[in-house]
């Protein structure tokens, strides 16, 4: 999977559950980046080596930071993605199972979803 891909994965899982949508923009010298609505930006990077599978459940980390802080910043819950089994009280968690990459309940260790396959709320 390029990275490409991966982000778009990752940023459609962000549109099915986030309040906060990021203006995305490409920096000669700090590549892809987010911006948030209060000014704040974080740099993508891309993990050296690995799998599909890893490269996905990285970038689902890095836009998850980015996603909490912009929702902490616009005052509203700052929990994404959203665990179905236990609303506003934590966040799912990206993992890598069976070389796919998924969103896990940290709690109860469920899958629930393939990143980039979240449903919309």
């Not at 549109?15 to 948030?36: E, S, Y």
């Not at 609505?37 to 690995?50: H, Q, V």
């Not at 929990?79 to 990206?94: E, F, G, N, R, Y």
Request: glycine share 6%; with cysteine; hydrophobic share 45%.
């Amino acid at each position: 999977m390029e990275f490409a891909d991966a982000l778009k994965a990752v940023l459609r899982d962000l549109r099915a559950q986030c309040a906060v949508r990021p203006d995305i923009r490409t920096d000669d010298a700090c590549g892809i980046m987010l911006w948030a609505p209060d000014g704040s930006a974080l740099g993508l990077t891309s993990p050296l080596g690995g799998t599909a599978a890893e490269l996905l459940a990285h970038l689902a980390d890095q836009v998850q930071d980015w996603a909490v802080e912009a929702l902490w910043s616009e005052g509203v819950s700052a929990v994404w993605p959203q665990c179905p089994t236990h609303p506003d009280t934590h966040p799912l968690t990206a993992a890598v199972r069976t070389d796919t990459a998924v969103w896990v309940c940290p709690k109860g260790r469920t899958t629930v979803a393939r990143i980039g396959e979240l449903e919309a709320r």
